[in-house]
């Protein structure tokens, strides 16, 4: 199987051609959303933080923002900072630029004498560093390329029975094919988690999977606090999954049958192929979120009781096996999936349609998401205060 996508130096090919527009910290999220406005083929994204943390959540910050800049669907990058965050513009500039040979450019506001000064400037280097995008052409890539992330949110008992069983299909599918595939949100795992570490290509692989449910839990013990207060969430509970071992029982599904090869921490970056998973928040936007800093060029996401979530710079393909989810927010759903639930189609002939699907979206077809230009950020603070 093969796509046309963009080839990048530093290793796997693009499925989009992006400009990202790219704030230190929140105080330039604003500037770079008119940034974008203003040029075609420029993406922005909102950042909540970036300032006056504590040093491992500053450190996160930087994860998540050089992750975005280096994702193989970014062609370039225009930052804009204010002038006195904790990592200023042209520091994040030279830590991006150490990761990759990507035209990067940067801006501050208390630097340039305030926002339209600056904006004036970003608009026209962003103008520029689109032009030059424009110009690269799509090659013939082979799937292995991909890395496709795999999310869920908003599930019932449908994502458990139909859709994760079907994705984790899909999943199968593209690693015997050598692309590579990565689930996450370690939280649900709970309850799961010896199911999930079999899967392991090493005891050490199996132990770190297991000890990082064992670390939360006792982190959120530590603190008189207990992850079965919030999962499974009121939504969950309405949709008939009655407890967080439930729940995790039917997320890890999704992530197929393979050989697991890799562990990685929030926005890390794989340094195999294969089926990876990653320890990450269990919150789907940030989830997603530290899964495209580490890299995904793509995202499929299962669903039953809904979501409207996208994301700026890979498309997020929305999943659903409900029928009546399907129908009535057929806007925000992009497949389907409910001939699992009436019998008319089976999982493994679902799994294969869905090929389909993510060929068209790599050759650049648009997710609905992704149409409406929506863009959900949330980063996971490592350090928090309780």
């Not at 975005?68 to 970014?74: D, E, H, M, S, W």
Request: aromatic residues 4%; charged residues 20%; negative net charge.
């Amino acid at each position: 199987m093969q796509f046309w996508g963009y080839k990048r130096k530093e290793g796997r090919a693009g499925i989009r051609n992006h400009v990202l527009i790219l704030p230190t910290c929140a105080c330039g999220s604003e500037s770079c959303r008119i940034v974008a406005s203003q040029v075609r083929g420029t993406v922005n994204i909102v950042f909540n933080t970036g300032c006056s943390d504590v040093a491992a959540n500053t450190e996160m910050s930087q994860k998540v923002l050089t992750g975005f800049a280096c994702n193989p669907n970014v062609y370039g990058v225009v930052i804009i900072g204010l002038g006195c965050e904790t990592v200023p513009h042209a520091a994040l500039r030279e830590k991006i630029q150490k990761m990759t040979s990507k035209p990067v450019i940067s801006f501050g506001i208390q630097e340039e004498g305030g926002t339209l000064k600056t904006i004036e400037k970003a608009v026209r280097a962003a103008r520029e560093m689109a032009a030059e995008a424009g110009m690269q052409c799509r090659e013939l890539c082979d799937i292995a390329e991909l890395l496709l992330g795999i999310e869920c949110g908003g599930s019932d008992a449908t994502s458990g029975i139909a859709s994760n069983p079907a994705v984790g299909e899909l999943s199968d599918l593209l690693v015997d094919m050598g692309a590579s595939t990565m689930m996450s949100e370690s939280i649900e795992w709970i309850g799961g988690e010896h199911v999930l570490a079999k899967r392991a290509v090493s005891k050490e692989v199996h132990n770190q999977i297991i000890q990082i449910c064992e670390d939360y839990e006792a982190h959120l013990k530590a603190a008189g606090q207990d992850c079965r207060a919030g999962q499974p969430t009121p939504g969950n509970r309405a949709g008939g999954l009655s407890t967080l071992g439930e729940k995790s029982l039917g997320c890890i599904r999704k992530g197929g049958t393979r050989p697991i090869v890799e562990v990685l921490q929030q926005a890390q970056r794989p340094t195999k192929t294969g089926a990876i998973v990653m320890d990450t928040a269990g919150y789907d936007i940030s989830s997603v979120t530290s899964m495209v800093a580490g890299g995904c060029n793509a995202v499929i996401f299962t669903t039953g009781r809904g979501t409207c979530t996208g994301n700026a710079i890979v498309p997020v393909l929305k999943v659903t096996a409900n029928k009546h989810t399907y129908q009535w927010m057929e806007d925000n759903m992009d497949i389907d999936l409910s001939a699992a639930i009436d019998g008319t189609k089976t999982i493994r002939e679902l799994g294969k349609e869905m090929l389909k699907d993510i060929e068209d979206i790599c050759n650049g077809k648009l997710t609905k998401a992704e149409a409406y230009g929506f863009s959900d950020i949330a980063v996971d603070h490592v350090c928090r205060f309780v």
